[in-house]
């Protein structure tokens, strides 16, 4: 049989970091070999508290685990959120994900089973490409949003048409790729728009521990939840707080009605986060002390690179949150690919802007994923003239 879909079916995308394979190779090439800061997979340790829990459960977890999460689990997911946001969620509207990418990829199928009668998902403009992936994958039609000069959604471009069709609006502060500060303001006005419409908000919030103003302070970042619940949902994950990416795990929670429907089809499709894991991501939920350890290595990061950019020709054009940066390059000439080109030349692979939607193709995204040494490599290299690329006559 073949492998290619039937006429008019889906037929899948190249993945989008894929599509830096080439230069991944140029990258690897370069003399000292590659940085790479083009995906924001951690590269830090995870804490061994958490690790220490995996393995002390093996022997206990013979047994399949539920799908929305043990209680401890839940327990450990609503103690954070007491403790991160001041708002106070019931263990029993949690659920847990195997990882949130597989909750984005999903949300909008399953919230389309609920209610066949909308059909759209509106998402950032510039943004974690599964939010269009899942809407695509649900049939559903995946409509930007454009974002304003500070990167926040402006849900004023949003036509009446969309709001009227529109199942489900992602939120996603501080943004991927954009850095977008999380803040209670843009926060209360999406939720306050998307209720107003009857659309139903799903807040990626897993950034969420990475959250500084533009001084370089951290501040503490805002929960969708604490706007409102009906309607609501809240999502979070593991994978970047406390470095647990290969874990699989994250949750889900908010709307008692929708959480217990969507826990509800989950539970028949098996979707089950291990318990080792479980337990391993318990103890992960009830720690803060790793997560400012981890915060303080991608502060000193962040500013490091920053105080770099100028050195590789970038300027920093995004927001003061999250683990990446924003940049373009100083010469409006040159748009993200060539940017990413250029750089992979030197040995450091980043991700090419429109990776993240049409509105990203003069930017490029900088994960600050790498130790600062690896940093400080990188843009040594960055800074160091190629010969050949100097033009005739010049100095
Ligand atoms: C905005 C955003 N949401 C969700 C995810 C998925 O994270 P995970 O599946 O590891 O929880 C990522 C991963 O990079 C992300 O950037």
Known sequence: MSKDAAAGGFVPPIYPYFRLDALKQRATAAPGGIVDLSVGTPN??????????????????????????????????????????????????????????????????????????????????????????????????????????????????????????????????????????????????????????????????????????DAGDHVPGATALAAGVDGVLAVHSLSKRSNMAGYRCGFLAGDGDLVAYIASVRTHAGMMVPGPVQAAATVAWSDDAHVAVQRARYAERRSYARSRLADAGLVDAGGPSSFYLWARSADSSEDGWAVTARLAGSGTLVAAGDLYGEGG???????????????????????????????IGGT
């Open 44 to 213: 830090d340790a995870v804490p061994a508290i958490v690790v220490k829990a995996l393995a002390d459960a093996g022997e206990g977890a013979a047994g399949y685990p539920r799908a929305i999460g043990g209680p401890a689990l839940r327990g450990a997911a609503a103690g954070w959120m007491e403790r991160a946001f001041g708002v106070t969620v019931d263990p029993a509207h949690v659920v847990n994900v195997i990882g949130t990418k597989e909750l984005v990829a999903s949300l909008p199928h399953l919230l389309r089973l609920r209610d066949p009668s909308r059909d759209t998902v509106l998402y950032p403009a510039v943004s974690y490409p599964t939010y269009a992936m899942g809407a695509e994958l649900a049939g559903c039609r995946a409509v930007p949003v454009p974002l304003r000069d500070d990167w926040h959604l402006d849900l004023s471009a949003v036509s009446g048409d969309d709001a009227a069709r529109a199942l489900l609006l992602w939120l996603n502060e501080p943004g991927n790729p954009t850095g977008s500060q999380s803040a209670p303001g843009p926060m209360a006005e999406a939720v306050g728009w998307a209720q107003a419409h009857g659309v139903i908000v799903a807040s990626d919030e897993c950034y969420v521990e990475f959250n500084w103003d």
């Open 361 to 391: 193709a003069g930017y490029v995204r900088i994960a600050l994923v790498e130790p600062l040494e690896r940093l400080q490599l990188a843009f040594d290299r960055m800074s160091v003239v190629d010969p050949s690329m100097t033009p």
